[in-house]
Structures are given as structure tokens and as C-alpha cells.
């Protein structure tokens, strides 16, 4: 992991982390998980983007935040923060001169597995018995899996630019509960997900924005065309470029049922900002987000 990766890891907003690890924050503070406290005395500086309580002295930046909340050592909360926010770390070996060059990311190398997409069976039952996906879509969105040499079973999921080049690969680990959740290759532009659908949306046409790919995969299974934005926390400047241009050049119709917790509502409000024709359909009471609801839907 290079400097600058770390530096992406140092920036994430304070709070978003803090709700993220399932710290309920209002107004800047909340109850200091590190002593037995009830008049919340945990406060966070946006400024200096960190945490302080007042009583105990706890103190540091999101990546202490996460170490001492979940008692990870350094790599593994640097691990963890990368994982809940998909941002692409290209190893966690410490290097020798702390600067690396980025690479990018080689095409050529992945472009056969989205050829002939296999699936199996650790990928087919999360695919179609947990998330009740068409398999039509699966197809469309050429998911495809394999193994590890500890067999550990990962779904590979391929990232397309509206061209159809291949411009990154995430990859999902398939053990419940195992870290890391998700790996890319080096150089991976894993940033807004199922661009090719652009070309097939009418003008004026409904395009669903959800969070992360599974809910994209659930919403293009209930009939629905959808893009995915990776995550809650972290809405990039790239993104938001692309989501101005797309609004001018295709006036398309954005919808999204945002998730129901503080982060899926901070993206909400985030996008807004950017789309501010953006329609909000809210999901049903109990469900945390579309996939939930669209399985209960099928189940139903
Ligand atoms: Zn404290």
C-alpha cells in the first residue's frame, strides 16, 4: 500500500467511519464506545477530521478509530476501512521505499474470464438462491468466479466503460464474514458500476442509481435499468463529473431507493446535489436495502 492509498484511507470522513463501525453520531458527537459512558462524550472535528473523548482521552483519525474498536492491528483496520469503502489497495505488504508507481490496470490479462463466465457452485447459490437474480442478468453483467489455492471461493465481477473496455475487476469473496471482503487487481477502476446500459436507455428513460453492484444486479433482475455507485461514504469528484455529463447528454430519468441507514441517506443527499431531478422511493420499514427487498419481493 502506497502513501497516497493510505492518505484515502486517512481521509474518509470521520463520522461516516464511526456510523460505518455502527456508532449512532449526532451532532458531531456521540457515547464513547471506550469507557462506560452516557452523556456522549466522544466528539469529532471535521476540520481535523478525528475523534477525541473527553473523559477518557481516546483520540486519533479513522484508522485508530477502527483499531480500537474492532482490536485490529494496523493492517487489518487499514484492510477493513478498504474493504467497507472499496477502495482499491494494491497490496498490504509495507514497501521498501513507501512510494511505488501505480500501474495500470492490464486488460489483456483479465479479458478472457469474461468470455466464457463460469460459475460455481458457491457463486450460483449466492447468485440465484440467496439474491434471486435473472440469470439473464448475470449473463448481461458476465459474472464469472473461481478459486483460490486456499479454495476459497471468490465472484468476479467485470467493470466496463460505455465502450465495453474492460476497465477494472472487482473481486468477492464468497465465505460469509471472511476478510477481506473484496480484492482488486492493481490499477482496477472499479468506480461507477454497469456503464454499458447507458447505450440502451430511451431518452427521458428511468435509470436507478443503487449502492454497490449486488443492488444494481437486484434492480436489473425486478426489470429496472440501473448504475451503481460504489459507496456511501465517498462520492469522487470523477464520479460526479460523470454523473453531470450523463444528466446534460441523456436527461434520463435518476430514481434511487436509497438505503435505510444514515450513509444511504448521506448518498442520497450527495447525489441530490448533483441531480437535483433525482427521484426518492423509499423502501419499507425493516428492509436495509433493495436486494433485501427485491428477495422478499420474488420470495412473496
Ligand atoms: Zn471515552
Redesign the pocket.
Known sequence: MDKFELQKLRDLPIEGVAERLGMHVVRHKCL?P??D?HHA??SFSVRRNSYR?F????SGGPIDLVMKYLRKDFREACRWLADENNIIVSSFRIQDSGVQESKPFDASRYERFFERPWLNGEARKFLFEERKLDPRVVRWCRLTSWKDKQGVAWLQTPYYDREGRLIGVQNRNLVKGALPRFRFPTGSQCSIYNLPVLNLLRPGEALFITEGCSDCWAMLSAGHKAIAIPSATLLSQKDRELLETLNLKLEPQFQMYPDNDVPGERLFLQLREVLPSLVRHQLPAGCKDYSEFYVGKVKG
Open positions: 464513547c471506550f469507557h459512558d462524550s466522544l473523548c473523559v477518557c482521552g481516546a
